[in-house]
């Protein structure tokens, strides 16, 4: 069975929460995700009266680790399928030099 929100401790729901509200950074030429833009999040602390911030904010950098890092596998298997898919598809012969010196 899946895990969902409610499994988690109180300040990790709290860190899943806060997150969600944070916007997206992309890289603007090659449209990498670069993560979340946390210029307001001592915003939306005090907005939301946060208590842990420290913890919260552990959580929140934790998980946003792992978010980063997925998304960046997920790019690299896709660069790689389609240069494998972009070289397999005969951009011409292949010659080989027989050099001997």
Known sequence: MPLTTADFPAEV?????MYSLLSDNWEG???TYMGKDWSIIETLFNIHDVQNREQVLLFMKMYES???SYRHKV???????ESKKASSSGGG???THNVQG
């Open 29 to 31: 030429m090659s449209g």
């Open 75 to 81: 790019a690299a298997d896709k660069q790689k399928r």
């Open 66 to 68: 792992k978010i980063v």
């Open 13 to 17: 729901q709290v860190a899943f929460f």
């Open 93 to 95: 012969k292949e010659f």
